[in-house]
C-alpha cells in the first residue's frame, strides 16, 4: 500500500534522509560505509512514488555521492563508488518494483471489496460511500443530483420457472444493459438481490429521461429473448431528482427513489419520479 502521509510530511522525511546521507559521508571516515546511507532516501522515494522514484533518486545519490566525495577531497575515481552506485540503481529498480507490485495487489484487493461478484457493478456498500460523496459535493456547490432505483418484477417466478442460474444470467444482462445505457459520467451500482442503483451526479429533472431510456432498452432486449409475457422480466424504476437550493441529503434520495419505485410497481406505468422540492410520495 503506498504511504499515505500528506506530501509535506514525505518532502520533509525524504529531504532531511537526504541530508542526513551528506551530513555522514563528511564526518565519517569510511567512505563505503557512508555512501551507504544514501540507500535511506532511495528506499523513501521507491515507495513514495514507485519504480521512477526509486531510479530517479538512484541517479541523484549518484550525483550526490560524487559530488560529497569531491568535495571532501577524496578521489572520484576510487574504486568504491561504482560499485556504491550500481548498488543505488539495484535498490531503486527492486524497491520500486516492489512497490508496483504492492500497489497492483492493494488496488485490485480494493476493487474487489467494493464490486458485486455476480454483475461486476460496484456493491450496496460502494453505493453509500459515493453517495454521500456526491450529496456533499451537491451542497457544498448548489449543484443538483438525481438517484435511480431499479427493481426486477417478477424475478421469483422467473427464477422458479427456469431456475437460478438463469435468474443469474437476467442480473448480469441487466447489469450490462444499465452500464451500457446510462451515461459516462453516472455510477451504476447492484444495490442488492434484483435492485440495482445508478446516482447521477449533476443532473435534475433529465434523470427521467434516462430512467426510462433505460427501461425501454431492458424491455425491448427481453421481449426478444422471452415470448411469454407472464414469467417475461419487467424492471419497475423510481426516480428522485435535486434540483440546485432544495433540500438534500443521502437518506432523502434515497426514500424518494424508493417511493417512486413502488408507485411504479403499483400503477404498471415503469418510470415515476419525484423531486426533493415536493411533498413526500405516498
Known sequence: ?????????????????????????????????????????????????????????????????????????????????LPQIILFFLVGGFAGFMQREQDRVHQALHLSSITDELTGLYNYQHFRTRLDEEVRRAKRYGHPLALIMCDIDRFKKFNDTFGHSNGNFILNKIACLIRDAVRESDIP????????????????????????????????????????????????????????????????????ADQALYKAKRSGSRVESFSLGETAPS
Do not use: H
Not at 533518486?57 to 572520484?76: D, Q
Not at 445508478?198 to 432486449?221: H, K, S
Not at 424504476?237 to 434540483?243: L, P, S
Open 189 to 256: 451500482f447492484r444495490y442488492g438481490g434484483d435492485e440495482f442503483a445508478v446516482i447521477l451526479p449533476e443532473t435534475g429533472g433529465e434523470a427521467a429521461g434516462v430512467a426510462r431510456r433505460l427501461e425501454a432498452v431492458i424491455a425491448d432486449d427481453f421481449s426478444r429473448q422471452y415470448a411469454d409475457e407472464g414469467v417475461r422480466p419487467r424492471m419497475s424504476v423510481g426516480v428522485a431528482f435535486r434540483n440546485a437550493d432544495a433540500p438534500l441529503s443521502g437518506s432523502l434520495l434515497i426514500s424518494f
Open 1 to 81: 500500500m503506498r504511504d499515505m502521509r500528506p506530501s509535506w510530511e514525505r518532502v520533509f522525511l525524504f529531504a532531511l534522509s537526504i541530508i542526513f546521507a551528506i551530513v555522514l559521508c563528511f564526518s565519517i571516515p569510511q567512505k563505503i560505509l557512508a555512501l551507504t546511507f544514501f540507500i535511506i532516501p532511495i528506499i523513501l522515494a521507491a515507495s513514495y512514488y514507485g519504480l521512477a522514484g526509486g531510479l530517479g533518486c538512484a541517479a541523484l545519490c549518484s550525483g550526490l555521492a560524487a559530488a560529497v566525495m569531491w568535495m571532501a577531497g577524496e578521489e572520484i575515481g576510487e574504486g568504491f563508488l
